[in-house]
């Protein structure tokens, strides 16, 4: 039984990441502390950015406007297949083994916009999205709409410090068959303030991997999101992210580990809540759907050959996010 609790007397333990400064003229000092926080933890900072602290104040406060409404407001928007709108709270569970429950956390997708008469429309995280009503929340698609767009080209510019760590050409993965044209999904979080007890299985948010490439995780001031740098440590010691205004906390995704054969590993990572209510923005990054990932060049030789087969990203996703997320045959439709 685990005995780290989010309300334990004890001081919380605390990380210690590395920062980008995404500003920096320097690239070969940005590549080395990205590689160093890649090897030791899968998390870091990046700062000057380019995304202004007030526009990122305003889609914390959009995203509350959202959160506030009554839940058969909310249930309107209930998530489609191809997860864009509303989910509820213990809708997901990440960590199916530990936790007595889903996770205590409500979210809201929002995906790559393609109209529905567009060839592209067919594929799994392509597709229209579910907006709010404009009379409902004026201002708020045109907000997450801005965000969605800076926030790729953010993504794009670690990515690009991320392919040099890893001996690549700058422009490795923004080419059009990668994040040219990416499965990039926008994720309103908010935590009501359920109290996390490990030992109980109950969790904001069960200890988990994200699927894809990388995460940009934008947070209030409420301290809740913990890593776990050694997955295979018994018994396993997770520290807290310290929140840090303005940056975004990026962490590495399950294929970037497929693609690196493990040279840079995907970071387990979970939320506790102590009573207090928490607000988090998430934005994933992934390839496109039809990009194969597999072993990279500079990641593999003849005595480290590659550790996992080939897979197209869309069948990678799509098996992820059927694996952690409730049937939407669960909810009665009648009472949206």
């Known amino acids: 039984m685990e005995k780290q609790c989010v309300n334990d007397i004890e001081a919380p333990k605390m990380s210690v990441l590395n920062c980008i400064d995404l500003s920096n003229p320097d690239i070969n000092q940005s590549v080395s502390l990205l590689k160093q926080a890649c090897l030791d933890s899968g998390f870091f900072y990046v700062v000057n950015h380019g995304m202004s602290e007030e ?62 008469d567009d060839p592209e429309a067919e594929k799994p995280f392509y597709g229209q999205n579910v907006w709010p009503a404009p009379g409902l929340l004026p201002g708020w698609r045109e907000t997450m709409e801005k965000f969605h767009q800076e926030a790729l080209e953010i993504a794009i510019a670690v990515a690009r410090i991320i392919a040099l760590a890893l001996d690549l050409e700058s422009e490795f993965f923004d080419k059009p068959d990668m994040l040219g044209k990416s499965i990039a999904t926008l994720r309103l979080l908010h935590y009501e303030g359920q109290m996390s007890d490990p030992s109980k299985g109950i969790y904001g948010a069960g200890a988990h991997s994200d699927f894809g490439l990388i995460t940009l995780l934008a947070t209030d001031d409420v301290l809740g999101l ?6 295979d440590a018994k018994p396993q010691i997770w ?19 497929r693609w690196s054969n493990c040279v840079f590993k995907s970071t387990l990572h979970r939320v ?27 990641c593999k030789s003849e005595n480290n050959p590659p550790k996992f087969p080939p897979i197209l990203c869309q069948t990678y996703l799509s098996q992820r996010y059927k694996d952690t997320h409730a049937d939407l045959s669960r909810y009665n439709k009648t009472e949206a």
Request: charged share 30%.
């Open 55 to 116: 526009f990122m104040d305003k889609v914390f406060a959009q995203s509350r406007r959202l959160f506030c409404l009554p839940l058969n407001e909310k249930m309107k928007l209930l998530r489609n297949e191809k997860h864009r709108g509303y989910t509820p709270v213990l809708d997901e569970i990440l960590d199916s083994e530990n936790q007595a429950h889903g996770d205590y956390k409500e979210g809201y997708y929002i995906g790559v916009e393609v109209p529905e």
């Open 226 to 231: 913990q890593i776990c740098k050694d997955k």
């Open 239 to 257: 520290e807290y992210v310290p929140p840090l205004k303005g940056a975004f906390v990026v962490n590495l995704g399950d294929m970037l580990e």
């Open 272 to 298: 506790l809540v102590n009573d207090q209510e928490r607000y988090s923005i998430a934005y994933f990054v992934e390839p496109c759907h039809d990009c194969l990932v597999e072993c990279l060049p500079t």
